[in-house]
Antibody, heavy 119, light 106 residues
Framework: QVQLQQWGAGLMKPSETLALTCAVY????????WSWIRQSPGKGLEWIGE???????NYNPSLKSRFTISVDASKNQFSLRMTSVTAADTAVYYC?????????????WGQGTLVTVSS | DIQMTQSPSSLSASVGDRVTIPCRAS??????LNWYQQKPGKAPNLLIY???SLQSGVPSRFSGSGSGTDFTLTISSLQREDFATYYC?????????FGPGTKVDF
């Protein structure tokens, strides 16, 4: 059974840098893309970007400049880094596995991390 | 970016009802459309992929239809555990985008 377990800071101050990590258990790490998605009351579900085991990335162009996704394939982990956080970045952040079938799907998700940005 | 719209944002139903939830894409996405169910405090859960394919383990009362720009999720006989929010998501291109969701409640 595939499990994604994520962790990282939950309370941040404006201008700080957010760092979240997601560990994958129970299946191969290669052969998939690994995504970060956030959910806020104001913007709903928003795809941030994705990475594969060799480090190839795709980002949401509207968010790209502040986000970096990296991978440590030796540990079956991938991470999200977001610089200069503001209150607008307050959201639940999810990691998810993207699998290609006849289309691409998010078939496994982490438990979510609530990130609150407040001074 | 492809914009996904879902209307209504909420609907009221009863156990045993047949429920249909629409979703529209701002441009043709063929059948690159997925549906997710989300309950409070939980991550979204994949129900339907490629517009009409049932994800493994999902009850057969869930079905999907549509192609191009208009899609529908149908629950044939609503069960108590189906009260939740439903999101459509296009997988045609990046950035991958979601609809705003339809909440199904009492």
């Amino acid at each position: 059974q595939v499990q994604l377990q994520q962790w990282g800071a939950g309370l941040m101050k404006p201008s700080e840098t957010l760092a979240l990590t997601c560990a994958v258990y129970g299946d191969s790490f290669s052969g998939f893309y690994w995504s970060w998605i956030r959910q806020s009351p104001g913007k709903g579900l928003e795809w941030i970007g994705e990475i594969n085991h060799s480090g190839a990335t795709n980002y949401n162009p509207s968010l790209k400049s502040r986000f970096t996704i990296s991978v440590d394939a030796s540990k079956n982990q991938f991470s999200l880094r977001m610089t200069s956080v503001t209150a607008a970045d307050t959201a639940v952040y999810y990691c998810a596995r993207m699998r290609a079938t006849v289309t691409t799907i998010f078939d496994y998700w982490g438990q979510g991390t609530l990130v609150t940005v407040s001074s | 970016d492809i914009q996904m719209t879902q209307s209504p944002s909420s609907l009221s139903a009863s156990v045993g009802d047949r429920v249909t939830i629409p979703c529209r894409a701002s441009q043709s996405i063929s059948t690159h459309l997925n549906w997710y169910q989300q309950k409070p405090g939980k991550a979204p859960n994949l129900l339907i992929y490629a517009a009409s394919s049932l994800q493994s383990g999902v009850p057969s009362r869930f079905s999907g239809s549509g192609s191009g720009t208009d899609f529908t999720l149908t629950i044939s006989s609503l069960q108590r555990e189906d009260f939740a929010t439903y999101y459509c998501q296009q997988s045609y291109n990046t950035p991958r985008t979601f609809g705003p969701g339809t909440k199904v409640d009492f």
